[in-house]
């Protein structure tokens, strides 16, 4: 499930129950930068430094201010924060005096045996343990505590990996196999992971279940998901919760209204990602989607994708308009170029969780990188109407029966198999 309450990084306002009074003359015509030196002093305790580029006076009680000072239009204040759980967020323990920065600057430190670690994007200079970004960042996950901490590299990417809880040795290496199963999945799918730093928070628990995966965006990306301690390897080999997770990352903040493009890329990448990296079989893809998508067909009372949020439409009917547009992608592209073509563009044009675009704005990108307008007008078609899609004509032609077994002597089915493969994939027969 992905969630991202901040909007772009960039709008917030801190809600009434930080209490702040702050009043603030920022410096006129110079670049607003608001940074702050955090260490996690003791667990549960953050002792803050923060400077302001503005004369301020601090009356809070949601934050212990310690001291404040302000001369030649910086304001420098000391103060800390009482945690209720390790596991929190920017907006939880960064002083937000009213206005919007133009950029915040965050670094971490720690005491002896304990360990900070956040989704927010490292700082661009590349100084250690520092991270950046434009305007605020206020939901993306961060962590503080004495959980397990180590870095893996994959696809391109740096994901921190913190496990919280208890288990013993060989089920944190069987964690750390999963995470790679899941990184491996993605850059299949889109050439490498969507986000070169990610926060992966994982609730070790007890028993042997996989759930609750979260995925926030704001200033960086950051995904939170349990895993029991009893956890077998076969089940951390079939599991398809944290590549959907994964996949997330890889789109950028969408409204409520939209939610169901996010969920629905999710659901529909998400099995022929596994199958690209070789650990799902092809057949499964099918069998998987014979299942599902019916559960997205819209019912009586349905006005349309931006309008109509039951499960079965987000989740199910967002990844009807998927594999919808990925056929018709195909076929007006003699096989040449798919969704997954659409998804990498939009993915290389920077359109990552923690942006916020339109959806408008996203689908012309993701039409412009197939040379088709498909997106664009399944949106237009499927958005405020419900639009029903003749499923079982559309699998008979893809040859995909009923009980999700397949043929290859349907009309369609070479379209099919470039979906499952992905690339170009000239259909027999075409030509330019």
Known sequence: MRTSSFRNCAGFIRSAASLLLLAVALSAGAESLWRYDVTLSHPGQLDIEAWFPARATVHDSAFEVLSEACANGTCHVRYRVHLDDEVTSPGEWLLHPPGTPDRVRVH????EGLHAATGMTPAPDGAPSTYECRGFPDAVFSIFGSFELEVIDEGGARIDVAMTGTGTAAARERIRDWVRR??????????????????????VTRGARIGGGTTMGGGGGAVMISAGADTTRETFDGDWELTHEFVHLAFPDQERQHHWIEEGIATYVEPIA????GIYPATRIWRDLADGLPKGEPQASDRGLDHTHTWGRTYWGGA????????????????????????RGI???????????????????????????????????????????DLQTLFARLGIKSDGTLTDEAPEAAIRRAIERGGNHELPGSRD
């Open 182 to 203: 899941a990184a491996r999945s993605v850059t299949a799918y889109y050439g490498r992971m969507p986000m070169k730093h990610v926060l992966l928070i994982v609730r």
């Open 347 to 389: 993915l290389n044009a920077g359109g990552t969780i923690d942006q916020e675009w339109d959806l408008p704005r996203a689908l012309a990108v993701g039409d412009a990188a197939t040379g088709t307008k498909v997106l664009e007008d399944l949106y237009a078609a499927m958005k405020d109407d419900p639009h029903p899609v």
């Open 108 to 111: 971490l430190a720690a005491a």
């Open 320 to 343: 009807l308009f998927c594999f919808v547009a990925d056929v018709e992608i195909r076929r007006r592209t003699s096989g040449r170029r798919g969704l997954q073509d659409a998804l």
């Open 274 to 277: 596994r199958s690209q990296a």
